[in-house]
DNA sequence: CAAATACTTTACTTTTTCGTATACATTCTG
DNA sequence: CAGAATGTATACGAAAAAGTAAAGTATTTG
């Protein structure tokens, strides 16, 4: 449960990326200097980026990359699972249980829901941050955030589950 | 952002130590059974949670593993932290930023304050779960991680603002 | 058209993580 | 004390992730 690099590498070229004009793009060479990357670590990050659609790229002597989107349209969320996927596999029960063929948790396994509860949680939270959110000064940012954790919060406890009591106070 | 290997099997260790009786203990051997895991990935797995403090062995004949303190003291937080540290390392920056010596985000790093964000979300969850909070069947669990949840979100939302010069100057 | 520039694709090397194996130390049983 | 069962510690090999390198394709410019 670690950031990997490539998350952490890929958001940032996400990031120059949504900081230049609509219209304009940005060579590999230049997101490369501008992170302290090396090219061909660039060239990777990108074409993963752009299978996954977040960029657009154009070859040639005036090429370079630009976002597919307006930055207030991307999320993180999709950001992030295009870069590592989602935080817990539901198919990880099946692939490492050992050498048995189903999950020896399989009557109760609380590992497996406490998983589902975390990705929910940050997925939540990501998708609801936009690329837009995360450009600008930092004291901004973490305003933007915790709007959009307010908002997340209110989802998830705004659903119609078991619930001993009312809802918690949002402002407070 | 992954669940590691380490993460999954060594909480369903500690899960199993947390179900036995009080006084009781597993060899590694009855762990690794039960878990389908090789003796040989248990043994590595209890000695990392044996470093961490959260487990007690016994050596010789009637050895063996129990939980170092009552399943009700022992959060998932620590549990986590100690199988795979924090989920954001703070020396991040400094140190993958590529051949520059200082973060090339200094001015402005709203990735980092982002992952802080992250971090302290997914930690505030953990650190507010107890191993005997997932001893039981699947749909208690869930009762009991809203409740935890709800408990968390309550904590990050009633602090105040965030100050806009709350990060030190990093590196730095 | 030819050269320069920039993206594309594939393969390779390095590093880290994961899992296993082996030799050793400790303790109970008889 | 001898032997068996158990934890301890270290080292080794496999697998995955991270980073690098090189040859190829497309587009603009002169």
């Known amino acids: 449960m670690k950031v990997s690099a490539l998350e952490e590498y890929g958001l940032r070229c996400m990031l120059r990326l949504g900081r230049v004009s ?16 090396s090219v061909a670590n660039v060239r990777k990050l990108m074409m ?3 299978e996954g659609g977040l960029v657009q790229s154009v070859r040639g002597r ?21 870069l590592a996927g989602r935080m817990y596999d539901p198919e990880f029960c099946g692939k490492h249980s050992g050498d048995v063929t ?11 829901s406490l998983w589902g509860v975390l990705d929910g949680l940050v997925g939540g939270v990501l ?14 940012v ?6 959009h954790l307010e908002a997340t919060i209110d989802q ?17």
């Open 102 to 112: 189903i999950c020896v948790n399989s009557g109760a396994c609380s590992v497996r």
């Open 156 to 172: 998830l406890l705004g659903q119609p589950a078991p619930r001993p009591h009312s809802l918690p106070v949002i402002n407070g």
């Open 142 to 147: 973490s305003f933007s955030l915790r709007k």
């Open 48 to 50: 993963i980026l752009r």
């Open 22 to 37: 609509e219209g304009e793009s940005l060579t590999i060479h230049e997101i490369a200097e501008q992170e302290g990357l």
């Open 127 to 140: 998708h609801r941050i936009r690329l837009s959110d995360l450009i600008g000064d930092e004291g901004k």
């Open 62 to 82: 005036l090429g370079g990359y630009a976002l597919s989107e307006p930055a207030s349209t991307i999320t993180l969320g999709r950001i992030m699972e295009s």
